[in-house]
């Protein structure tokens, strides 16, 4: 159904190189019901796009478990 999607972008601390984007991306793209995850070193920031519901939550903890930290979260 169109329109029940979600799109959030989390401002992520730590990110220097390609190899971070890789781990964030795998790691918060495992997260239930995530479609869809574009990492930007330069600016920090990891845009989430969902089917539904995102659970700011899950993608905490993924990106924790990437080794990085979420500063910030963008509606």
Request: glycine share 18%; aromatic share 2%.
């Given at each position: ?64 478990e990437a080794g990085y930290r ?6």
């Amino acid at each position: 159904m169109a329109g029940t999607g979600t799109t959030r972008v989390y401002d992520v601390e730590g990110m220097t190189c390609g190899h971070c984007a890789t781990s964030v991306g795998r790691e918060v793209g495992a997260v239930p019901g995530v479609t869809g995850v574009d990492v930007a070193v330069d600016t920090g920031r990891v845009t989430v796009t969902a089917d539904g519901p995102l659970d700011d939550g899950a993608v905490r903890a993924a990106v924790d478990e990437a080794g990085y930290r979420v500063a910030g979260v963008r509606a």
